[in-house]
């Protein structure tokens, strides 16, 4: 399984960015799409979830103002950023959490990261 992360860029502060997230390949059941983050110096950290039921999860400083969704048709997941601050500058990943029913067995499988930027 591939995926495949862009929309990142240099963002003025109080802008937005939307970031795309595709799978490709052959992936197992996929419980969860996520989109994590990681700054310079600073751990990797869960910026949202979107579960197969459809529940999301935010981490307490992006909620109100990111947006994770799918497009199933697109295989793509979305990260829709708006009123974006400078602490928002990072390393955007996306990931899957995968299981294979038929041994039991699960994974996460990371894209590439994006970079995303928010200066004046």
């Known amino acids: 399984v591939q995926l495949q992360a862009s929309g990142g860029g240099l963002v003025q502060p109080g802008g937005s960015l939307r970031l795309s997230c595709t799978v490709s390949?052959?992936?197992?059941?996929?419980?969860?799409w996520e989109w994590y983050r990681q700054a310079p110096g600073m751990e990797r950290e869960l910026v949202a979830k979107?579960?197969?039921?459809?529940?999301?999860n935010y981490a307490d400083s992006v909620k109100g103002r990111f947006t994770i969704s799918r497009d199933n048709t697109k295989n793509t997941v979305y990260l829709q950023m708006n009123s974006l601050k400078p602490e928002d500058t990072a390393v955007y990943l996306c990931?899957?959490?995968?299981?294979?029913?038929?041994?039991?067995?699960?994974?996460?499988?990371w894209g590439q990261g994006t970079l995303v930027t928010v200066s004046s």
């Open positions: 990931a899957i959490d995968e299981t294979d029913y038929s041994n039991w067995v699960a994974r996460r499988s």
């Open positions: 390949g052959n992936p197992f059941t996929i419980n969860a």
């Open positions: 979107l579960a197969r039921s459809g529940t999301t």
